[in-house]
T-cell receptor, first 112, second 111 residues
Framework: DAGVIQSPRHEVTEMGQEVTLRCKPI?????LFWYRQTMMRGLELLIY????????DSGMPEDRFSAKMPNASFSTLKIQPSEPRDSAVYFC??????????FGPGTRLTVL | QQPVQSPQAVILREGEDAVINCSSS?????VHWYRQKHGEAPVFLMI?????EQKGHEKISASFNEKKQQSSLYLTASQLSYSGTYFC????????????FGKGTHLIIQP
């Protein structure tokens, strides 16, 4: 079975540009999570969806961040405008109703 | 609030045992354990649920003390492949919620 798929794997952009990260969860999983990992702050939850509905976005840093899940097989995380402090590895994870979360390979974002 | 993991780092010889602890200030519904190798994604190891149910890796065991809001991960007869950073993630919301992760425990296994 294919695991969680994320694209792109690496993104380098300049400050002020829009960045869109994409995620395809494992088929049959009904929950999807976006996490961010940095050396300073560790692994942080940004937002999660249950059955395509956003449940908790309290971890989203500010209005520059937005996430959508238009259907059960696709989600996006958008940063507009991007800033250097947004540089991090962004992970998408999905889980079945039994709760264990499976992480995608991550997108390494560098904002110059 | 972020759970506290201890120790921060461990160096072992192959074949030795290790215990990693995770403590929360909030009542917990579940505790999840993950291992992450450098440059890779976290990999699911085990989930421990309120009420005693456990699911996960055959060769790894863990405990969950609901009253003390603590969990421990037991690595026995460690192998070189066990090296990595171990994270506990806690869920206080009742299931299917996002996790709050600890800062991680770095484990190095030497031959």
């Amino acid at each position: 079975d294919a695991g969680v798929i994320q694209s792109p794997r690496h993104e380098v952009t300049e400050m002020g540009q829009e960045v869109t990260l994409r995620c395809k969860p494992i088929s049959g999983h009904n929950s999807l999570f976006w996490y961010r990992q940095t050396m300073m702050r560790g692994l942080e939850l940004l937002i999660y969806f249950n059955n395509n509905v956003p449940i908790d976005d309290s971890g989203m840093p500010e209005d520059r961040f937005s996430a959508k899940m238009p259907n059960a097989s696709f989600s996006t995380l958008k940063i507009q405008p991007s800033e250097p402090r947004d540089s991090a590895v962004y992970f998408c994870a999905s889980s079945p109703p039994s709760n264990e979360q499976f992480f995608g390979p991550g997108t390494r974002l560098t904002v110059l | 609030q972020q759970p506290v993991q201890s120790p921060q780092a461990v160096i072992l010889r192959e074949g030795e045992d290790a215990v990693i602890n995770c403590s929360s200030s909030k009542a917990l519904y579940s505790v999840h354990w993950y291992r992450q190798k450098h440059g890779e994604a976290p990999v699911f190891l085990m989930i421990l649920l309120k009420g005693g149910e456990q699911k996960g890796h055959e060769k790894i065991s863990a405990s969950f003390n609901e009253k003390k809001q603590q969990s421990s991960l037991y690595l026995t007869a460690s192998q070189l492949s066990y090296s990595g950073t171990y994270f506990c993630g806690t869920d206080s919301g009742g299931g299917a919620d996002g996790l709050t992760f600890g800062k991680g425990t770095h484990l190095i296994i030497q031959p």
